[in-house]
């Protein structure tokens, strides 16, 4: 059996790791090791990404859901939570402020609804957007579930990457962490509704669940390459105290949860090479320098939160999430700040899509 390091050269220098190795790495537990593991995952992302990060500002427009997830903060049932839905006009003055940090794209994330007069609404935002930038700014969309048509009106809208997280590509996991009538069929049937919509396609998990296990986080990484994903959102799972899965939850571990979800994204990396990948605020709430941490272990994507901090306490997915006080030009200069300081640098007003994406289809806008 080839040595840990010269498995790991061979991995870097193109080498697919199988589902033996994707396991190898996520079992890993000695520092050095892990050490090895981020440099290698960093050394694929300088050489298919660069090290320019992809900056996208993130807008919070509702919180309304019709879901009853058991483990997220928004879910229906959670009567202590203030719901809002931005008006127009502050969808627009918030992506305002990202177009003039620089920020190439935003995201427009929600509660999932699929009634008119939501699908509606988001058209009308989107469209919007577009105008206000002449078409310059980027918009991706995270708003659940919807219909094949609704996802092509989105995209002739303008929109152009869909982020749907499948929480748990295991089935039996996925039925865990949701009621009855939540169907991981049909979540897997939008993500294909996106790709033949024309969207660039990112998902992502929920690493280190109660019951969750090392063979599920592989089966997650075998997922993403299955579904030739463009890009990935995933980051550790971090309890909500009204819900019933953070109810459940009495041996948190946010070391190990950081460790994993660090893991994770080189492991990512390693395996699918050319996608985006984002560092989460999760990993920020588990350590102040969770996202740059992730950066060096081969992320390449950073959303930001540019909307006022009036609805950052209403749009909690889990508990102690950071940066509810801080507006959007604190939150860019410490960023810049913090970018720079460990080598990264900042991708002013480009999209940022995935070189995945653009060797599929045939070329894309950077």
């Keep these: 059996m080839k040595s840990w390091t010269e498995w790991l050269r061979e991995v870097v220098a193109g080498a697919r790791p199988d589902r033996a190795g994707l396991r190898r790495m996520l079992e890993l537990e ?6 090895e593991l981020y440099r290698a995952a960093y050394q694929v992302k300088l050489a298919e990404v660069g090290n320019q990060v992809r900056l996208r500002g993130l807008i919070e427009i509702s919180n309304y859901c019709t879901k009853n997830c058991y483990y997220c903060g928004i879910r229906r049932d959670n009567r202590a939570v203030h719901r809002f839905a931005l008006t127009l006009p502050e969808i627009r003055a918030a992506a305002t402020h990202a177009w003039e940090f620089g920020y190439g794209s935003v995201v427009l994330q929600s509660g999932e609804r699929s009634d008119p007069e939501f699908v509606d609404y988001i058209e009308q935002a989107v469209r919007e957007l577009k105008e206000l930038s002449r078409g310059e700014l980027g918009i991706t969309l995270s708003c659940g579930e919807q219909s094949a048509a609704t996802y092509r009106r989105w995209f002739a809208a303008g929109a152009h ?5 499948i929480e748990s590509s295991t089935p039996e996991l996925y039925r865990a962490l949701h009621p009855a009538d939540h169907d991981y069929a049909e979540r897997r ?3 294909g509704r996106l790709r033949e919509a024309g969207f660039q396609v990112g998902t992502g998990v ?7 296990t090392v063979d599920h986080l592989v089966n997650d990484l075998e997922f993403f390459r299955e579904l030739d994903i463009d890009m990935i959102g995933m980051g550790p799972y971090l309890p909500h105290s009204e819900t019933p899965l953070g109810r459940a939850v009495h041996d948190f571990d946010p070391e190990r949860q950081l460790t994993l979800g660090l893991k994770m994204i080189a492991a990512a990396r390693l395996s699918l090479r050319d996608v985006n990948i984002a560092a989460t605020t999760a990993l920020q709430t588990l350590a102040p320098d969770g996202r740059e941490r992730g950066l060096l272990a081969g992320a390449n994507v950073i959303m930001p939160n540019v909307g006022e901090v009036e609805h950052r306490p209403d749009y909690l997915l889990y508990d102690h999430k ?3 006080d801080e507006n959007a030009a604190e939150s860019r200069e410490r960023l810049e700040q913090s970018l720079l300081a460990i080598g990264e640098q900042l991708a002013p007003g480009e999209w940022g899509d995935s070189p995945h994406f653009a060797r599929r289809r045939g070329g894309s806008r950077a």
């Design 30 to 35: 000695k520092p050095a090791e892990l050490a």
């Design 161 to 165: 990457r869909y982020l749907l997280r």
């Design 189 to 191: 049937a939008c993500l």
């Design 206 to 212: 929920m690493i280190g669940l109660p019951g969750q």
């Design 322 to 324: 950071p940066g509810l």
